[in-house]
């Protein structure tokens, strides 16, 4: 069974750092890319970027370049999402999924998601 | 390219038969994904390729369409069908269409 469990919700203040996670198992990791969506409370889905963790080949929105960072550590079968300073505005859930770099962009599997919440 | 979702929202009765529309600004084929999100969870994939159902979704859901409008139907509304639903292609989401109960 295909799962992708994320790290658990957080709360933290403007200027900090974070780093969330998103594990897959019940496939071969690094032959899918995965996504990651963000959704601002109330808000529709934003597609935010994709990393293919068998080479960490990894694209960008323009709207999110430069303001997260994208990683995998294929030995774990783990992607990440991580800020190096966090806005009041990053508060939202995110969701990791699994997609494919094609015409479509489909995503077929999606973690639970994970609650970021930037308050001072 | 910009995904246009119609309508917003949506007021329905358990056994109607629904339709929600997404047109693209541009053809993309029949690139388009639908998602179904109830609240408190994540999206689930509904139909992809614009008209082939993921394994496991009922079949009183259907997708049609190609170039810039697509279609997405359920055939006759059931209680667990209250959600909101999203359109997809790439790195492009529509706004998404919250149907409720009538």
């Known amino acids: 069974e295909v799962q992708l469990v994320q790290s658990g919700a957080e709360v933290k203040k403007p200027g900090e750092s974070l780093k969330i996670s998103c594990k897959g198992s019940g496939y071969s990791f690094t032959s899918y890319w995965i996504g990651w969506v963000r959704q601002m409370p109330g808000k529709g889905l934003e597609w935010m970027g994709i990393?293919?963790?068998?080479?960490?080949?990894?694209r960008y929105s323009p709207s999110f370049q430069g303001q997260v960072t994208i990683s995998a550590d294929k030995s774990i079968s783990t992607a990440y999402l991580q800020w190096s300073s966090l806005k009041a505005s990053d508060t939202a859930m995110y969701y990791c999924?699994?997609?494919?770099?094609?015409?479509?962009?489909?995503?077929?599997?999606w973690g639970q998601g994970t609650l970021v919440t930037v308050s001072s | 390219i910009q995904l246009t979702q119609s309508p917003s929202s949506l007021s329905a009765s358990v056994g109607d038969r629904v339709t929600i529309t997404c047109r693209a600004s541009?053809?993309?084929?029949?690139?388009l994904a639908w998602y179904q999100q109830k609240p408190g969870k994540a999206p689930k994939l509904l139909i992809y390729?614009?008209?082939t159902l993921q394994s496991g979704v009922p079949s009183r859901f259907s997708g049609s369409g190609s170039g810039t409008d697509f279609t997405l139907t359920i055939s006759s509304l059931q209680p667990e069908d209250f959600a909101t639903y999203y359109c997809q292609h790439q790195n492009t989401f529509g706004q998404g269409t919250k149907l409720e109960i009538k």
């Open positions: 999924a699994r997609t494919y770099y094609d015409s479509t962009g489909l995503l077929d599997y």
């Open positions: 541009q053809g993309i084929s029949s690139y």
């Open positions: 390729a614009a008209s």
């Open positions: 990393i293919y963790p068998g080479d960490s080949d990894t």
